[in-house]
Each structure stands twice: as C-alpha cells, then as structure tokens.
C-alpha cells in the first residue's frame, strides 16, 4: 500500500528513535528486567505516546496506520517498548476519546500524551481469563459512590501505571450488560500490586496481579454508562490488536534482518549459507510471510481510519502476525545454530518474546472464534 507523507514521517521517527535510544540498551532491561522509565519518557517526548491524541490535548492526531507503522519500527529494538506504545495509544487515548466525557479527556489525555501518567487496562481475572461473564470483581453503589473489591491478573505494567481502567459488575443479573469501567488512579487506598510476575519474555514490561479491596471511587470516574464496560472492552481491544500485530512484525522483521545478514556472511561447505537452497527456501519464507503479516495489519487498520468494520480483520490481522512471529524467531535461531540458542545473542531474546503475542489481548483460539461468529452471519463474505 501506499503511504502517505505523514505516515512515512512517523515511520521514520519511530525507526531513527529504536536504533538510537532503544536497540542500545534492550538487551539489559530484559536481563534485569527493568522497566525502561527513561526511554518511555524520551518516547513521550518526541510525540510517540501522543501519536493518536488530538493536537488540542499536546498529541499528533495521527491516523491508526501511522500508529501501527510506529509500533513495528519500535518492536523492532524492543517488544517491551512497543507494547506501551500500543497501549498508550490504543487502549489508553482511543477507548477515552470514544467513551470519555469532556472533562475526563481534558483531565488525562495530556498526562497520556506527554508521559506524565501511564495507564492499565484491568480486565482479566484468575478465574475469568477471556470469558467475561465470569468476571467477579464488584462495584457497589453507596450513594454517590462506589467500593471495588476483586483481584485482577496479567495486568500489563500495572506497577509503574497511575492510572487503572478498572472493570468490574456494577449489575449481577445483566452479566456481560452488567459490566462497568472505572478511572482509578493506582494511589487510591485499597488498590494494591501484589506481586510483579516473573515471564517467559517481554521482561521489561512488568505483569502483574492486581488486589482491590473496597476501592472507593466516585460516580464520575465511570465512563460511559453503567453496564458499558463489556462494550468498552472490546472497542479497545479490538484496537488494541492492531498494535499487537505490529509488535509480532516487528519482533519478525528484527530477527529476519539478522538472520538473512548472517547468512551472506557465513560459510559452511565452501559456500555462504544463503547460497544453500535449504537456507534460501527458509529465508523466503520468512521473507512471505512478514511481508504478508504486515499487509494484513496495515489493512485493518487502514479499514478503521475508514469508519469500516474492523473488529474481524484486526483478529485475523493478529493471529496471523502473532503465529507468523513464532516460526519466523524459529527458523532465524535455526539459521545461527548454537549461536542463536545463546543467551547473550538477541535471536534468543526475540525467540522468548515472540511468544506471548499468541496470548495476549486474546489468545488465538479466541481470535479464531471471533473471526468464526463473523464468518456464521456473512459478514466477511465480501470483506476478505
């Protein structure tokens, strides 16, 4: 596809920014674990967190394609970097310019977009996963206000956010119309971090579980109406899954990039490898596959800016990219041998974080469920 001006500006700020202020230090914060407070800052600082946001609240109003663009060229140096990208633009800035009232935008969206307040989204619970008819995480009324008492889990940087997107029952009866959604900002007493998970991969991005006992909010923080909150949820994530999927691209394209570097300059059997048709074959492949990876993801988000129905291509968009991620992080560490199984080479680092793309914002069998239910009402029919 064609990109416009502005779009290829955005790419190239992203792409100068990860080779400069990220790829330099990624490897560290994955090995300690650390949460890169400086470089997400820095990332505020040049617009990246505010790409989204109108220029009235200090951001670029930047369309979804250049915010996916972005996201790659990020995930490229570092998945922890690109997934607070992603989430400071897709489910922190677009779910309140959709459900938001004017004061709530007014009041946040600035601190989104200048890196001064970081924002979670808590929705999945231990015993709920994907299935939020089961969520048991309570909202009582008294009076003008509410007390939220539940446990959340995998709550991506929940320990660094001061803000919480905080969904919870305010109706029993009503199951998934029975959900709500709170602005709980993370100082509020009763909401507790109980612990920092240790992971497989995307390390410097803390997940954690969430306890909220008896957490008192006002009537003002819910945004939308009571019972709004499934609804919300899947606005968001459904933007949200665009930016997953140009994380797996980019991860793709980072490990492709070293793999294919690695084969025209290293000989085994008096030739380089790229020169061995079993070598080649595997890096066109590879090659196929992001290439198309990327369409699919530029595609969904080119159908939102458009006001076109979206939700089913960003899950196909997503679980594509995300299983893609996988074999291409495979086949890259396979192309270096030993080298590539070595913690110190960043083809392993790449393996390890490749793989929760197939988990998170929902798994694939979720995503293929989705996709399914639009395929039973013929929807797709003419949209593929």
Same mark, same amino acid.
Not at 50 to 77: M, Q, Y
Not at 143 to 172: C, H, M, N, W
């Given at each position: 596809?064609?990109?416009?001006?502005?779009q290829?500006? /955005?790419?190239?700020?992203?792409?100068?920014?990860?080779?400069?202020?990220?790829?330099p230090?990624?490897?560290?914060?994955?090995?300690?674990?650390? $949460?890169?407070?400086?470089? /997400?800052?820095r990332?505020?600082? /040049?617009?990246l967190?505010?790409?989204?946001?109108?220029?009235?609240?200090?951001?670029?109003?930047?369309?979804?394609?250049?915010?996916?663009l972005?996201?790659?060229?990020?995930?490229?140096?570092?998945?922890?970097?690109?997934?607070?990208?992603?989430?400071?633009?897709?489910?922190?800035?677009?779910?309140?310019?959709?459900?938001?009232?004017?004061?709530?935008q007014?009041?946040?969206?600035?601190? $989104?977009?200048?890196g001064?307040?970081?924002?979670? $989204?808590?929705?999945s619970?231990?015993?709920?996963?994907?299935?939020?008819?089961?969520?048991?995480?309570?909202?009582?009324?008294?009076?003008?206000?509410?007390?939220?008492?539940?446990?959340?889990q #995998?709550?991506?940087? *929940?320990?660094?956010?001061?803000?919480?997107?905080? #969904?919870?029952?305010?109706?029993?009866?009503?199951?998934?119309?029975?959900?709500?959604?709170?602005? /709980?900002?993370?100082?509020?007493?009763?909401?507790?971090?109980?612990?920092?998970?240790?992971?497989?991969?995307?390390?410097?991005?803390?997940?954690?579980?969430?306890?909220?006992?008896?957490?008192?909010?006002?009537?003002?923080?819910?945004?939308?109406?009571?019972?709004? *909150?499934?609804?919300?949820?899947?606005?968001?994530?459904?933007?949200?899954?665009?930016g997953?999927?140009?994380?797996?691209?980019?991860?793709?394209?980072?490990? #492709?990039?070293?793999?294919?570097?690695?084969?025209?300059?290293?000989?085994? #059997?008096?030739?380089?490898?790229?020169?061995?048709?079993?070598?080649? $074959?595997?890096?066109?492949?590879?090659?196929?596959?992001?290439?198309?990876?990327r369409?699919?993801?530029l595609?969904?988000?080119?159908?939102?800016?458009?006001?076109?129905?979206?939700?089913?291509h960003?899950a196909?968009?997503?679980?594509?990219?995300?299983?893609?991620?996988?074999?291409?992080?495979?086949?890259?560490?396979?192309?270096?041998?030993?080298?590539?199984?070595?913690?110190?080479?960043?083809?392993?680092?790449?393996?390890?974080?490749?793989?929760?793309? @197939?988990?998170?914002? *929902?798994?694939?069998?979720?995503?293929?469920?989705?996709? *399914?239910?639009?395929?039973? @009402?013929?929807?797709?029919?003419?949209?593929v």
């Amino acid at each position: 596809m064609q990109l416009t001006e502005t779009q290829r500006a /955005v790419q190239q700020l992203a792409r100068e920014f990860a080779k400069k202020e990220i790829a330099p230090h990624a490897a560290q914060w994955d090995r300690e674990a650390r $949460f890169p407070k400086e470089a /997400v800052q820095r990332m505020a600082d /040049v617009g990246l967190l505010g790409l989204s946001a109108p220029e009235k609240f200090g951001g670029s109003a930047a369309d979804s394609v250049a915010l996916a663009l972005a996201v790659e060229e990020i995930a490229c140096a570092d998945a922890s970097c690109a997934l607070v990208l992603s989430m400071a633009n897709s489910l922190s800035i677009l779910t309140l310019l959709r459900y938001g009232t004017p004061a709530q935008q007014a009041q946040y969206i600035p601190q $989104f977009a200048s890196g001064a307040t970081l924002a979670c $989204f808590a929705m999945s619970e231990p015993h709920a996963g994907s299935n939020a008819a089961k969520m048991r995480t309570r909202a009582i009324r008294k009076g003008e206000r509410y007390a939220i008492s539940g446990t959340k889990q #995998f709550i991506t940087i *929940g320990s660094v956010s001061r803000l919480a997107f905080v #969904f919870a029952v305010t109706d029993p009866s009503a199951g998934t119309n029975g959900i709500s959604c709170f602005l /709980v900002p993370t100082e509020t007493p009763g909401y507790c971090v109980m612990r920092k998970e240790e992971k497989l991969g995307v390390r410097a991005s803390d997940t954690c579980q969430i306890a909220l006992d008896e957490v008192e909010v006002s009537a003002e923080q819910m945004i939308g109406a009571a019972g709004d *909150g499934y609804r919300i949820a899947l606005h968001g994530l459904g933007a949200s899954r665009i930016g997953v999927a140009a994380q797996a691209v980019g991860v793709a394209q980072a490990a #492709f990039a070293l793999a294919s570097a690695y084969a025209r300059e290293r000989e085994a #059997f008096d030739h380089k490898l790229v020169e061995h048709q079993a070598i080649a $074959f595997k890096l066109a492949d590879m090659a196929i596959a992001i290439k198309a990876a990327r369409l699919l993801t530029l595609d969904a988000a080119q159908r939102k800016d458009a006001g076109l129905r979206y939700a089913a291509h960003s899950a196909m968009a997503k679980t594509f990219a995300a299983e893609m991620s996988e074999r291409v992080c495979s086949d890259a560490l396979q192309i270096f041998g030993g080298y590539g199984y070595m913690k110190d080479h960043p083809i392993e680092r790449l393996y390890r974080d490749a793989r929760v793309f @197939q988990i998170y914002e *929902g798994t694939s069998e979720i995503q293929r469920l989705l996709i *399914g239910r639009e395929i039973a @009402q013929g929807r797709l029919d003419e949209d593929v």
